[in-house]
């Protein structure tokens, strides 16, 4: 059984920063490729950004590139989003995936992920 929970989420003021964590239960996150993606209210579900098994490799959206930042500790089995210069349109529901069969090249792919936390709201006033 694999669960996702993210926290971290909330209201900050354009420029501000937020830092999203995702936690997994049971086992390690060691085999698994993790990601981010968000989804406002009338748009579909976007990546954001994607990080490899070993924690070598990261992958961003252009929208996010010099801005967000992604990291893992598989001993704590946590990935973090650190999010810095927020605007206005970075407003959205935030949600970690992760599976253990990643390929390269598919890490900003919603569809190449088996399991998905529940989502945070996060939102950049003006």
């Known amino acids: 059984q694999v669960q996702l929970v993210e926290s971290g989420g909330g209201e900050v003021q354009a420029g501000g920063s937020l830092r999203l964590s995702c936690v997994r239960s049971g086992r390690t996150l060691f085999n698994y490729g993790m990601g981010w993606f968000r989804q406002a209210p009338g748009k579909v579900r976007e990546f954001v950004a994607a990080?490899?098994?070993?924690?070598?490799?990261?992958y961003y959206a252009d929208s996010v590139k010099g801005r967000f930042t992604i990291s893992r500790d598989n001993v704590k089995n946590t990935v973090w989003l650190q999010m810095n210069s927020l605007k206005s349109e970075d407003t959205a529901v935030y949600y970690c995936?992760?599976?253990?069969?990643?390929?390269?090249?598919?890490?900003?792919?919603?569809?190449?992920?088996?399991?998905w936390g529940q989502g945070i709201q996060v939102t950049v006033s003006s």
């Open positions: 990080i490899s098994r070993g924690g070598e490799s990261t």
């Open positions: 995936a992760a599976d253990s069969q990643l390929r390269s090249g598919a890490y900003a792919e919603s569809r190449e992920y088996g399991y």
